[in-house]
């Protein structure tokens, strides 16, 4: 069983569009995070929720929006894609924000 | 500002040699301490998780050392075989804005060769 899922696993489209990207964890955990993995392979945290609820939000462009409809999913709507989106994008989750995380197998955006 | 340096980025080593991967952080003040494995095009998997309060936690042929007060942490891997071979990544928990998250370092990058 799959505990931390993401879809699609790849995804490419031009600059311009928007983009949205769907993670779904069945560990039960209260707390989910969006990581963007950049070219360098420099992972940095960009939202966390915890029961649905945003709990961190980095310094993000807010063409980047974050949606966690229940504690189990936690999507990513990107508007007006950048060619500087492109990277791999990991969700992740943890019982609370003290917890060991753990990570989905990342979604790599390709904006060309 | 916490940061977090790892050091090697990168180290080539024949199967069967111990090795010490370490993880410096400028913050102190972390709650814990985490090591992660990723494999190329795949996500993270998490190998060790150390609290502040503890000193090490082993695994297996891993064990991994925290030391708080100087801001450091090992990774010893024993016994390498070909299948370790992936980037290890160490990431502190920073306390934040009320909430914990995760400053990760860069990686070191580890080839173990038959």
């Known amino acids: 069983d799959t505990a931390v899922s993401q879809t699609p696993k790849y995804l490419v489209t031009q600059m311009g569009n928007d983009k949205s990207i769907k993670c779904e964890q069945n560990?039960?955990?209260?707390?989910m995070y969006w990581y963007k993995q950049d070219s360098k392979k420099f992972l940095k945290i960009m939202f966390s929720?915890?029961?649905?609820?945003?709990?961190i939000n980095e310094t993000v462009p807010n063409r980047f929006s974050p949606k966690s409809p229940d504690k189990a999913h936690l999507n990513l709507h990107i508007n007006s894609l950048e060619l500087g989106d492109s990277a791999v994008y990991f969700c992740?989750?943890?019982?609370?924000?003290?917890?060991?995380?753990?990570f989905g197998p990342g979604t790599r955006l390709t904006v060309t | 500002k916490q940061e977090v340096t790892q050091i090697p980025a990168a180290l080539s080593v024949p199967e069967g040699e111990n090795l010490v991967l370490n993880c410096s952080f400028t913050?102190?003040?972390?709650?814990?301490l985490q090591w992660f494995r990723q494999d190329p095009g795949k996500g993270l998997t998490s190998l060790l998780l150390?609290?502040?309060?503890?000193r090490e936690q082993t695994s297996g042929r891993l064990n991994a050392s925290l030391d708080k007060s100087s801001g450091r942490s090992t990774l010893y891997i024993a016994a390498s075989q070909p299948g370790d071979s992936a980037t290890y990544l160490c990431?502190?928990?920073?306390?934040?804005?009320?909430?914990?998250?995760?400053?990760f370092g860069a990686g070191t990058r580890l080839a173990v060769h038959p």
């Open positions: 913050d102190s003040a972390i709650y814990n």
């Open positions: 929720y915890n029961n649905k609820e945003l709990i």
């Open positions: 990431a502190v928990s920073l306390f934040s804005g009320g909430y914990n998250k995760l400053i």
């Open positions: 560990l039960g955990h209260d707390t």
């Open positions: 150390i609290q502040s309060s503890q």
């Open positions: 992740a989750s943890s019982a609370t924000d003290l917890y060991e995380q753990y």
